[in-house]
């Protein structure tokens, strides 16, 4: 299984960007991915969620009106739509994967991980 994360770069606050997560080596139609995010010296810390079967989407309260996960079945990928940023929104972003079809913002209920792509919002 692989979760291939990528998108993230240098922007200024109000921009916009879109990170990507693309998902190989087997179907993910029962599972639910996630959006994480990580700043040096902090624990990992939950972002948003979508079930693929569903498109339930669940997100932590300081991003809800302003992130968006989505999900394209046919490419296999994630998405997660980031607008209005904020320099608190900096962070390395990993995307990931849990069996099943049920939302969890605790790290260690996920299965995959991908490597993380670095977004910087300057002020």
């Known amino acids: 299984v692989q979760l291939q994360a990528f998108g993230g770069g240098l922007v200024q606050a109000g921009d916009s960007l879109r990170l990507s997560c693309a998902a190989s080596?087997?179907?993910?139609?029962?599972?639910?991915m996630g959006w994480f995010r990580q700043v040096p010296g902090k624990e990992r810390e939950f972002v948003a969620s979508?079930?693929?079967?569903?498109?339930?989407?669940f997100y932590r309260d300081s991003v809800k009106g302003r992130f968006t996960i989505s999900r394209d079945n046919a490419k296999n990928t994630v998405y997660l739509q980031m607008n209005s940023l904020k320099p608190e929104d900096t962070a390395v972003y990993h995307c990931?994967?849990?069996?099943?079809?049920?939302?969890?913002?605790?790290?260690?209920?996920?299965?995959?991980w991908g490597q993380g792509t670095l977004v910087t919002v300057s002020s």
């Open positions: 990931a994967a849990r069996s099943g079809a049920i939302y969890a913002t605790t790290p260690r209920l996920y299965d995959y």
């Open positions: 080596g087997r179907t993910f139609s029962s599972y639910t």
């Open positions: 979508i079930s693929w079967s569903t498109g339930s989407t």
